[in-house]
Each structure stands twice: as structure tokens, then as C-alpha cells.
């Protein structure tokens, strides 16, 4: 059994030119790519190993990003169940003055520990150790549960 705490992530970003469109706000399949990574390195330490990326729930642009902000990523565990686990991840534009942060983006993710084949592996239990960390993993296995229900 592992805390949520053991494996949050905070990772940062500088929205540089190449990250950008022609609107000067940060390319959406680039900030997938940060998202994916962060929430990879979360389910990763949960489960000591490789761990892929099954499924993204819900991805959604709250806000821009736009050349020369600073993105502020943090990602932690909602659930563990048999060899999947859920990964919430958000990322937030920091204002290096003031310290204030906006929410851009959220993202729940889903990841499946795996061997060297490729096949799934068991991954430690999850302790939620607070309110929150409860409200999350229940909320989790309600999607969980949808999501297996439409295969």
C-alpha cells in the first residue's frame, strides 16, 4: 500500500515559440504531451515500474497558455485497482511576480502497470489518507465502473 502523497508530481514549463500557434497560446497537443509525461511519472512511482498510458477521461483547456508563461504541472493518484490506476493531473499558468496561479487544463488519465511483454502486472493498493483523498478514489471507481460498462 502506497499514500497518494508517495507519488505526486510538480513539474514545470516554460511556454517557449515552438510551443505556440500563430496566436501566440500554447499548441493543445503539446500540453497533452507535458499532461501524459507528468501523470506517467505519478502512476510510475505508485507501481515501482513501467506503467502506459490506457485511456485519457477527460482533458479540458480551461484557460490559455500563452509564450513566455509558466506552466505549473501537478498530478496525483485518484485510485489503484488491479493493474490500472486513475491519475488526475492540472496544469496551471504561474505569475513568477505574485506567485498567483490560474488553472488551464485538468485531465484524468488512465494507466496500466505492465512486465516486459507488455502484459498487465498488480500494482499496490492505494491509501487515501484524508477526506479528499476518499472523495477522489470514489469518484474514480464511478468512472471506473462507466468505463468498463461501454466496452
Same mark, same amino acid.
Do not use: Y
Given at each position: 500500500?502506497? +499514500?497518494? %502523497?508517495?507519488?505526486?508530481? &510538480?513539474?514545470?514549463?516554460?511556454? !517557449?515559440?515552438?510551443?505556440?500557434? @500563430?496566436?501566440?497560446?500554447?499548441?493543445?497537443?503539446?500540453?497533452?504531451? /507535458?499532461? %501524459?509525461?507528468?501523470?506517467?511519472? +505519478?502512476?510510475?512511482?505508485?507501481?515501482?515500474?513501467? @506503467?502506459?498510458? *490506457?485511456?485519457?477521461?477527460?482533458?479540458?483547456?480551461?484557460?490559455? !497558455?500563452? #509564450?513566455?508563461?509558466?506552466?505549473? !504541472?501537478?498530478? /496525483?493518484?485518484?485510485?489503484?485497482?488491479?493493474?490500472?490506476?486513475? #491519475? &488526475?493531473?492540472?496544469?496551471?499558468?504561474? =505569475?513568477?511576480? +505574485?506567485? &498567483?496561479?490560474? !488553472?488551464?487544463?485538468?485531465?484524468?488519465? +488512465?494507466?496500466?502497470?505492465?512486465?516486459?511483454?507488455?502484459?498487465? $502486472?498488480?500494482?499496490?493498493? $492505494?491509501?487515501?489518507?484524508?477526506?479528499? =483523498?476518499? *472523495?477522489?478514489?470514489?469518484?474514480?471507481?464511478?468512472?471506473? &465502473?462507466?468505463? $468498463?460498462?461501454?466496452?
Amino acid at each position: 500500500m502506497k +499514500t497518494v %502523497d508517495h507519488s505526486r508530481v &510538480e513539474k514545470t514549463e516554460i511556454v !517557449l515559440p515552438q510551443h505556440a500557434n @500563430a496566436l501566440g497560446t500554447a499548441f493543445g497537443g503539446t500540453v497533452m504531451s /507535458w499532461v %501524459d509525461v507528468c501523470a506517467a511519472v +505519478t502512476a510510475q512511482r505508485h507501481c515501482g515500474r513501467i @506503467a502506459v498510458t *490506457a485511456s485519457i477521461d477527460a482533458l479540458h483547456f480551461r484557460a490559455p !497558455l500563452r #509564450v513566455g508563461d509558466v506552466a505549473v !504541472l501537478r498530478s /496525483w493518484m485518484n485510485a489503484a485497482f488491479g493493474s490500472s490506476m486513475e #491519475v &488526475e493531473c492540472i496544469v496551471e499558468r504561474e =505569475d513568477t511576480a +505574485t506567485g &498567483e496561479r490560474v !488553472l488551464c487544463v485538468d485531465a484524468l488519465l +488512465t494507466f496500466v502497470n505492465v512486465d516486459d511483454q507488455g502484459k498487465p $502486472l498488480r500494482i499496490p493498493g $492505494l491509501v487515501a489518507g484524508c477526506d479528499e =483523498d476518499r *472523495a477522489r478514489a470514489k469518484a474514480a471507481q464511478g468512472r471506473r &465502473e462507466r468505463r $468498463l460498462a461501454q466496452r
